[in-house]
């Protein structure tokens, strides 16, 4: 089994940053890659970033290309989420995620095992 858990989340204003991380504990060999998802109230969660656990390309939605990097630390079992330019949009609950097998990196139901989230609240 693998535990995930968030943290960094908060309050933000219009603009600024923020980095979300995700540390990874159990059987962490057996993860094939880590994203992160968003869900904001009464919508559906949505994918926001992937990366492979062993590196590789990076996987992005097009609402956050060019503002969010996702990245990882092998030796820290952590994956993090920096994130710029934040929007009023941008304000959700940020969910951390592993799969363990290849395919495809966008949906919820690629992934097996998921964090409680944090909270990130983007002011305008």
């Known amino acids: 089994q693998v535990q995930l858990v968030e943290s960094g989340g908060g309050l933000v204003r219009a603009g600024g940053s923020q980095r979300l991380s995700c540390v990874a504990s159990?059987?962490?060999?057996?993860?094939?890659?880590m994203g992160w998802f968003r869900q904001a109230p009464g919508k559906e969660r949505e994918f926001v970033a992937a990366i492979p656990w062993s590196g590789g390309n990076e996987y992005y939605a097009d609402s956050v290309k060019g503002r969010f990097t996702i990245s990882r630390d092998n030796a820290r079992n952590t994956v993090y989420l920096q994130m710029n330019s934040l929007k009023p949009e941008d304000t959700a609950l940020y969910y951390c995620?592993?799969?363990?097998?290849?395919?495809?990196?966008?949906?919820?139901?690629?992934?097996?095992?998921w964090g409680q989230g944090t909270q990130v609240t983007v002011s305008s």
């Open positions: 995620a592993a799969k363990y097998s290849s395919g495809s990196y966008y949906s919820p139901g690629d992934y097996r095992t």
């Open positions: 159990g059987r962490t060999f057996s993860i094939y890659a």
